[in-house]
C-alpha cells in the first residue's frame, strides 16, 4: 500500500497520509523577515504585482514558470505565508543550506521518487499555507511546455486550488547572477485564476494524476500567454 494513502478515510474526505512523524518546519523567520524582503525587491526592481485579488485566502498550491535565479526568491518574498519547493543540491551548500532551513523551505530530489517530500508538502498546506511550486523542475523557457505531476498530485491529495502564476522579467539571460534582471529592470508577478482540483481518495492511479497534470499544464501556458499580452513584455 503506498504510504502516502490512507483508504480507511470516507471517499468524500482528502485522505492526507499520518504526518506524525514529519519534521514540523519553524517559520517564523521566514514571516519575520518577508516584509522587509518584499519592500526591497520594490526597491532594487520596478516590481508590479498583477490581480493579487486572485490570491486565496487560505491554503493554495502556486504553480510558478521558472526561467531565472531570481524565480524562488521573489515568489516566496510577495507572498506571506508561502513556502517553496527546492531543489535538494541547494542544501549542499553549506551556509545556504542552513538558510533554507532556517526560512522553512522544503528541499525536492527531482530525479527519484520524494515522498518525504511530499509528506511536508501536504503539512504546510493541512496548516493553512501556501506552496510554490515550478513544475518546470528547472530553469527553462518559462513556457509550462514541461510539466511535472507533482502539483497535481497534492492538489489531489489535499483538494486545495491550483493558482497559475506567471513570472516575467525575472531573468535577462546569461548564467547563475548573470542572469538576474539589472536594477530598476521591469519585474512583472501575475496572479491567474485558482483552479479548484477535486480531490480524490486512494487509489490515485498514474492516468488520474496525467489528467489532471495535462490540463493543469494547458491553464499554465493559457495563462503566461495571457499575462504576456497584458504586461507587454515576452518571456527571454
Known sequence: ????????????????????????????????????VDKLIHLVWKTTVHHPERVPDGPAIFACNHVGLFDGPLAVALLPQAQAMAKKELWSVGPLGRLLDA?????????????????RCIQLLDAGRKLVIFPEMHRGKGDFENFKGGAAYLAMVTGVPVVPVALLGTSVGGRGLASLPRP????H??????????????????ADVADVTEMLRGVCQQHIQQAQAEVGLELP
Not at 518546519?25 to 519575520?32: E, G, I, M, Q
Not at 526560512?103 to 518525504?116: A, H, M, S
Not at 501575475?190 to 498514474?206: F, I, N
Open 184 to 187: 530598476r529592470g521591469e519585474v
Open 103 to 119: 526560512l522553512g523551505q522544503v528541499p525536492i530530489d527531482r530525479w527519484n521518487p520524494d515522498p518525504g517530500c511530499l509528506r
Open 1 to 36: 500500500m503506498d504510504e502516502l494513502s490512507r483508504p480507511d478515510l470516507p471517499a468524500h474526505l482528502p485522505d492526507l497520509p499520518d504526518l506524525s512523524r514529519v519534521r514540523v518546519p519553524s517559520t517564523r523567520l521566514l514571516d519575520a523577515a518577508q516584509p522587509g
Open 189 to 206: 508577478v501575475v496572479y491567474g485564476d485558482k483552479v479548484e482540483v477535486e480531490p480524490k481518495a486512494w487509489p490515485r492511479t498514474a
